[in-house]
């Protein structure tokens, strides 16, 4: 089981910018397809970014262009790159290692879950 952790949350003004981190632990982690999701009070867990072994990305229609998803091999992490940051990005955000088949865009189809880190933007 591979063990992710985040870093990076806080609380910022619209407008700001915040780099998440999600470091992974073993050594498989370069053949690992990675994603971010986020889930905001009562609502359910989406799909924020993905990336996937080859350093193909995904982004949801509502971060595109405002978010950058890349990963470190040599460290072990994935992380997340935020700007322009809106109230409606407030949530806890988690990174995830997909199963070896289905998308990005769906919860089920990944494995291992971090445990979050809370991105709070203030209006």
């Known amino acids: 089981q591979v063990q992710l952790v985040e870093s990076g949350g806080g609380l910022v003004q619209t407008g700001g910018s915040l780099t998440l981190s999600c470091a992974a632990s073993?050594?498989?982690?370069?053949?690992?397809?990675m994603g971010w999701f986020r889930r905001a009070p009562g609502t359910e867990r989406e799909f924020v970014a993905g990336i996937s072994s080859g350093y193909i990305t995904y982004y949801a229609d509502s971060v595109k262009g405002r978010f950058t998803i890349s990963r470190d091999n040599a460290k072990n992490t994935v992380n997340l790159q935020m700007s322009s940051l809106k109230p409606e990005d407030t949530a806890v955000y988690y990174c995830?290692?997909?199963?070896?088949?289905?998308?990005?865009?769906?919860?089920?189809?990944?494995?291992?879950w971090g445990q979050g880190t809370q991105v709070t933007v203030s209006s």
């Open positions: 073993g050594r498989a982690f370069s053949t690992y397809d």
């Open positions: 995830a290692v997909k199963r070896q088949f289905g998308s990005y865009y769906s919860p089920p189809n990944f494995g291992s």
